[in-house]
């Protein structure tokens, strides 16, 4: 016997006070549709598409911020430490501003006894979706690079070095996706579509959670045919707070380098770096470390560098003027008994 179901009165359809209120589909982000629920549950055991559009639901709702990329990871290390601001002898860097999107540069170099002084012409053109830049020498060496944004989240990028030798010669071209939570990276070195031979490197760069990315690095070279060569490098970057970072990565499985940078003040930040090497094939053994400082003075900038095999190092840059700084730069080797010194001028217009 069938029995008649009385009809639902809107006073209760309606939510008793107390109850507690479930966001709709809408409200989500998402368009709504009519559900059947034995599809949606046959769905989910079976079809993996189920567990990758969960998956990606989740990430939305963490709101992860992109990680960056991945050989930048120790950035703010490398800004600190003097490795890429030491020179020696004397120098002069002249900048002219052309346009907003254009400006040239000169370079002198003057080097040291038994050195050759140089001189460096440079371009640079920029927008919002090019950078071009250009440099030759005295010795006819020319280096190039351009990097292209394909849309917002894919970039293409190319460099390329033509100089005397054939050994110094290279090409790279790479391509480079930035979605919301992660970057995906692949570059070739030296390509050859006749034998297969160059360098291919592929990285993925994951944030885990706010403060945590971690991320992977494959690279395959083939220096000649039938020669193959294969690694894996891993990463980790954890940054608890705005003033502090801690940095780990591997390259393969012989080289092991972590950092740690800090925050002092608004004015001082410093960092370390620590190395392990260990590559049985050809006996080598050791480790190295770094510490370095920076400080930034109102009209001035110091940085300061030492490590375990008695290098003391410093960089002063002095801003005279609005586009005039005067730099000072030396090192001292206790161990090797050498000793290095550096002038140098920076004037922009």
Known sequence: MAYAQPASSPAAQAPAAG???IPSVASLG??????????ELHFKFWNPLHYYKALNQHR???????PGQFEMLNREVKGTMLTNFMFDGGRADLAKILSPNFQVM?????????QPSSFEFAGVYADEDTLMHGKMDTDFNLQA???YALSKKLQFKSQAQMASSDSQSMFQ???EYTGADYTANVKAINPSLVDGTGIYLASYLQSITPKLSIGAELLYQCPMPKVQETSTSFSMRYQPSADRVWVAQTQGTSILTTSYWRKISEKCDAG???QLVNIASQGRREASCSVGVKYDFAASTIRAMADNFGKVSMLLEEKIAPGFSFL?????????????????LNIES
């Open 19 to 21: 109850d507690i209120s």
């Open 30 to 39: 998402f368009k709504h549709r009519p559900v059947d629920f034995e599809e």
């Open 60 to 66: 939305m709702r963490l709101n992860l911020p992109n």
């Open 106 to 114: 000169h370079t002198f170099q003057l080097g040291l006894p038994g």
């Open 145 to 147: 690079r351009l990097n």
């Open 173 to 175: 071209a790479e391509s």
């Open 272 to 274: 370390a770096e620590l």
């Open 328 to 344: 000072v730069s030396g090192e001292l080797d206790h161990l090797k008994g050498e000793n290095r010194f550096g002038v140098g």
